[in-house]
């Protein structure tokens, strides 16, 4: 996995991960797995199908009023049909609706909770200490570390997951985009902001990258 470009949220690995990387290195030096294929594995599950599910959930309810009410209402129910299964790590699900003057954003202070079925993997950076008590803490300070500067008038709310309890990010759509597809709207969804520390912009940045992978 890449460096989040964020050293400072680097803990010391937990007992579990350095038994996870003893593993591996046994297996890569077998032979037995291509450590190249690891990675794409991995990558394909924090960056492409994880998200652009999410993504499809967030383009709908921007497009679509009376799903977006059922979603705030009832996530999994809504996300059910769109076809998405809750799946383990996702059996209770809410979403959470940004407007222009509240900003939701995510965290798990306890360890990782994270939507997997809409979001697939959580990001390194989500599962570091610094993260996860600095976003309570001054969570203004930490989406500014995003390149997030919100307006002083904008509320932010910030949720902690939990095992029972597991947040969607419904992040504003952006103005000027009322000629978009509902799969182009989708495009421009980023998993950052379905975790609430970005939010979308169109047209997209250039070399739309997240701002911490
Ligand atoms: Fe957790």
């Known amino acids: 996995m890449s460096d ?21 290195a046994l ?17 394909q599950y924090e960056h492409r199908v994880g998200p652009r599910i999410g993504a499809r959930v967030v383009a709908r309810a921007w497009v679509d009023a009376a799903f977006r009410a059922r979603l705030l209402a009832n996530a999994n129910a809504a996300i059910a049909e769109l076809g998405i299964p809750s799946g383990p790590e996702g059996e209770h699900l809410m979403a959470l609706e940004n407007a222009p003057r509240l900003h939701n954003m995510v965290v798990c202070t306890l360890c990782s909770c994270y939507p997997w079925p809409v979001l697939g993997l959580p990001p390194a950076w989500y599962k570091s200490f610094a993260y996860r008590s600095r976003a309570v803490a001054d969570p203004r300070g930490v989406l500014r570390e995003f390149g997030v500067e919100l307006a002083p008038e904008v509320e932010i709310r910030v949720w902690d997951s939990s095992a029972e309890l597991r947040y969607l990010v419904i992040p504003m759509r952006p103005a000027g985009t009322g000629h978009l597809s509902e799969a182009e709207l989708a495009a421009l969804v980023t998993r950052d902001a379905m975790i609430g520390t970005a939010i979308v912009n169109y047209p997209p940045p250039a070399a739309a990258k997240s701002a911490a992978e």
């Open 4 to 24: 989040d470009g964020h050293p400072e949220h680097n803990a010391p690995d937990s007992g579990p991960t350095l038994r996870v990387k003893a593993l591996e």
């Open 27 to 43: 297996l890569v030096e077998k032979g037995l797995v291509d450590p190249a294929a690891l990675d794409a594995i991995v990558d």
